[in-house]
């Protein structure tokens, strides 16, 4: 079985291409009738469809995988409890699922980076569901200690009411681009043209 493909994805830092790679593998192999079960990258196959959030996809994986495996390999398992983590949006336990297992090499990178993009997730759903927000809380959602989100959020404008230990949400600006048609400002110059004389 070749998982160049897949190996070259990882290096290259492509993750959000992993998860078609290894399904379309997956679906080739089988297809050829070749035995694949104990050597396929489940771990790193599931974890793929959480980092593009497709977490249906990762169902119907996880439910494809042969017992013995989900029982002999406690990474795929780890992988699986961020994704309960996620199908109940425990956001928290998402954080904690990340950091209470110690990954693979393979699989170290991915992990910080599928970490990295539920943090920046958490975190515009915080600017865009709360005016305030305790830090306690938001510590919480982000997967970092008070301080640490603190500091995080800080560095995003909002500011911090040390008294009651509230934090107060800077929304961003929406920056809209208008595009100036050159007929319409022809036609504009026209019409102004038409009513001076």
């Known amino acids: 079985m070749d998982l160049s493909r897949v190996r070259m994805a990882l290096e290259s830092k492509s993750y959000d291409k992993i998860a078609d790679i290894c399904d379309n593998l997956m679906l080739q ?17 599931l974890l793929s469809h959480f980092y593009v959030n497709d977490i249906n996809s990762a169902r119907f994986l996880w439910k494809s995988i042969p017992s013995s495996i989900k029982e ?34 393979d699989l170290q990178d991915l992990v910080a980076a599928f970490s990295e993009i539920y943090t920046r997730k958490m975190f515009q759903l915080l600017l865009s569901a709360y ?26 404008g909002w500011t911090v ?22 007929s319409k400002l022809q036609r504009l110059t026209e019409y102004v043209f038409h009513l001076e004389h």
């Open 29 to 45: 192999v089988a297809a050829d009738g070749i035995a694949y079960e104990e050597e396929w990258p489940y771990a790193l196959h």
């Open 131 to 156: 005016s305030t927000i305790s830090i306690h809380d938001t510590a919480s959602f982000l997967g970092m200690s008070e301080d640490d989100a603190t500091n995080y959020v800080l560095q995003q």
């Open 72 to 105: 002999s390999q406690p990474e795929v398992a780890a992988v699986w409890k961020i994704g309960q983590r996620l199908w109940l949006r425990d956001y928290t336990g998402v954080h904690e699922a990340i950091h209470g297992f110690d990954w693979s090499e």
């Open 161 to 182: 009411d040390h008294a009651s230990q509230m934090l107060t949400v800077k929304k961003q600006a929406i920056v809209t681009e208008q595009k100036l048609d050159p």
